[in-house]
Nanobody, 124 residues
Framework: EVQLVESGGGSVQAGGSLRLSCAASGLNGDDYAIGWFRQAPGKEREGVLCISSSDGSTNYADSVKGRFTISSDNAKNTVYLQMTGLKPEDTAIYYC?????????????????WGQGTQVTVSS
């Protein structure tokens, strides 16, 4: 069974930084992908960035390029989302998600395992 547990959310002022963690279990070998999604109040959930476990390839939404970074520690089965230069519009619940194949890792529609989410609030 795939399980994902996020941590690291909180409240910061605009321009600040946060690091989210996603501890994964139940994923096999190096053929999977992890993505970060977010859902702001009144908006649809959107894919923000993702990483392929097979070769470390990443994909970033334009809205976070240059500010957010995804990385992984395969030994710890943990994926990190480093957020810098945070803006009020980054306020959302952030979800970690997984798919059990690295193929099409950047197709956010294919993610089917989800964590519980963690709140990020950025004040102006």
């Amino acid at each position: 069974e795939v399980q994902l547990v996020e941590s690291g959310g909180g409240s910061v002022q605009a321009g600040g930084s946060l690091r989210l963690s996603c501890a994964a279990s139940g994923l096999n070998g190096d053929d999977y992908a992890i993505g970060w999604f977010r859902q702001a109040p009144g908006k649809e959930r959107e894919g923000v960035l993702c990483i392929s476990s097979s070769d470390g390839s990443t994909n970033y939404a334009d809205s976070v390029k240059g500010r957010f970074t995804i990385s992984s520690d395969n030994a710890k089965n943990t994926v990190y989302l480093q957020m810098t230069g945070l803006k009020p519009e980054d306020t959302a619940i952030y979800y970690c998600a997984a798919k059990t194949s690295a193929y099409y890792y950047s197709d956010y529609r294919r993610y089917n395992y989800w964590g519980q989410g963690t709140q990020v609030t950025v004040s102006s």
